[in-house]
């Protein structure tokens, strides 16, 4: 039994990202996303930090921010996701996150990502050679 709660199938269903996963794959990803409550006003990952986890947003709200104020605030919400950038381009964090109400996210590490997320991305990004990797 794992030490920290993870998140459900059903919950991760809800995810448009998620929703072409089969069956299998969602339930393996689900074991290897933990689940955390995060208050009103905490950070959830900040500017300039090394990024090692994605996340999706369960339920709440967050503010996405950058630190010179460029632009408006983003706000993310249930189904909405963040951190794939700093996984994919192997950059640190592009901007702060900061929870805005009682919220719940579930994220994994690099490694569930590389394996379960990214290819995800894939279609977003130029073709790169050999494809047919479906591991």
Do not use: W
């Amino acid at each position: 039994m794992p030490r920290f709660a993870t998140a459900t199938v059903t919950e991760l269903a809800r995810i448009g990202l998620f929703q072409e996963l089969p069956g299998e794959v969602l339930t393996k990803l689900a074991h290897n996303m933990r689940r955390a409550d995060v208050a009103p006003g905490d950070p959830i990952v900040l500017e300039g930090e090394e990024g090692d986890h994605f996340y999706v947003i369960l339920r709440g709200l967050v503010a996405v921010s950058n630190q010179g104020g460029l632009g408006p605030r983003r706000m993310l919400r249930p189904g909405d996701y963040f951190g794939e950038v700093a996984l994919t381009m192997h950059v640190p964090r592009t901007a702060s996150v900061t929870a805005l109400v009682p919220t719940t996210l579930a994220s994994c590490d690099k490694e569930t990502f590389d394996e379960f997320v990214r290819p995800l991305f894939a279609d977003d990004q130029a073709p790169s050679g050999g494809s047919g990797e479906d591991g």
